[in-house]
């Protein structure tokens, strides 16, 4: 396969590029977006086969580097492999760089300037979805005795020893009477959580506040969140509950275990590490996590951006610690299938460069997109309250919840 790639110099929306049927990975409009997946590759082949790709006569060499890039779905447990999909043409918009795209083609009469210009203009000039109604029923999947039941045992293993943390999920389903309007979600999310990193690939769509990592050439960032406080839309409120948040122990245990595990993960990679002395509080427009900036420099050659989301993924903020402890108390405790819910998302280009997402605030669509599977969790350490911890599953539903079924 060849590419083309070239800048792009009129306006256009990444969410235009995806509407409901493509890919997206975007945060503050930074980020990338295809459309008309041409291959499905797997993990042991998704390096060598990005690099496989070569340029197009016709092709920019300027910006060659800002050539093709697969969107990636990690699944939650380790055990199972990562999916990889090459869209035909993606765009891509940086910061302080002209944005790009890119078209696959079999050959040079793939990629010719009036192939090369009607996709572009096919794919950013599609109109805005139309406004409809639709009737919908929430419904849990996982019992909430079940789910209250889960906590207290991860809760009596802490205390036991066994553990020091384990999140424990459940989830719920949103039944529509039409098909959902995936398009209109994601603008839905773009205007509540435009600072979170917003996805779509293949049928998971959501908005994750959460950092998983990062690589640009040398440069490695990751933002790990743990510790959760709801948000009320009062000011005064929400400023005691920030400060509560900052004071709880519980809190503070929660948002160390994954700290220490980001950074010690990453530091072999790194000549040098650095990272915030104290959490801060990340705000969204639901919820207040803590939050711990990671930034660091790699060592040479630098480690590719996939190395290091499956040398990370699942962070002890979706499965717990000791890791492989934690993830079989889940197994065994929780009684649902995650797939991709509290993995990785994102994409990675061929200079191994890329940004990743923890797969959280999401929502899993049938394919006749009439459900939605949604899922919310919290980490249980020794002070966990079974209460409590339903309430911000609770509170965590609301970003999915209220981007579907709002009239």
Known sequence: MIFRTATLTEHFDLNTVCRGDGFLFVRD??????????????????????RSLTPSRLSDPTVASNGPVLFALVPFSPKQTAEFILPRIVFRKTDGQAPTVTMIGDSEDDVTDEKFHGAIAAAITAPPPRPSSNSYRVAPRTAVGHYLDAVVQARDAVRAGSLQKAVIARDIEVHADDPI????????????????????????IGASPELLVSVEGTTVRSHPLAGTA???????????????????????????????????????????????????????????????????????????????????????????????????????????????YGGAVGYMDANGDGTFAV????????????????????????????????????????????AIVRP
């Open 29 to 50: 409009g930074v980020g990338a977006a295809g459309r008309d997946a041409v291959q499905s590759v797997s993990e042991d082949e998704s390096v060598p086969f990005l």
């Open 181 to 204: 309007d995936v398009h209109a979600i994601l603008l839905r999310l773009r205007a509540s959580f435009g600072s979170s990193y917003r996805y779509c690939v293949n049928n998971i």
């Open 230 to 340: 709801p948000r009320t839309g009062d000011q005064a409120t929400d400023k005691r509950l920030a400060e509560e948040l900052v004071a709880s122990t519980k809190n503070q245990i929660e948002h160390r275990i994954v700290i220490d595990m980001v950074h010690d993960t990453l530091l072999p990679f790194c000549s040098y590490l650095d990272w915030e002395a104290d959490p801060s509080v990340v705000t969204v427009a639901n919820v207040q996590h803590l939050g711990t900036a990671i930034e660091g420099a790699l060592t040479d050659p630098p480690a590719h951006v996939f190395s290091l989301v499956r040398a990370l993924c699942p962070t002890p903020a979706l499965g717990g610690h000791p890791s492989a402890e934690a993830l079989a108390f889940i197994e065994q405790t929780e009684g649902l299938n995650r797939g991709y």
């Open 359 to 402: 797969t959280i605030r999401c929502a899993e669509m049938s394919t006749d997109k009439r459900t939605a599977r949604l899922f919310a969790g919290g980490g249980i350490v020794a002070d966990s309250d079974p209460y409590a911890e339903l309430a911000e599953t609770q509170a965590k539903f609301q970003a999915m919840l209220s």
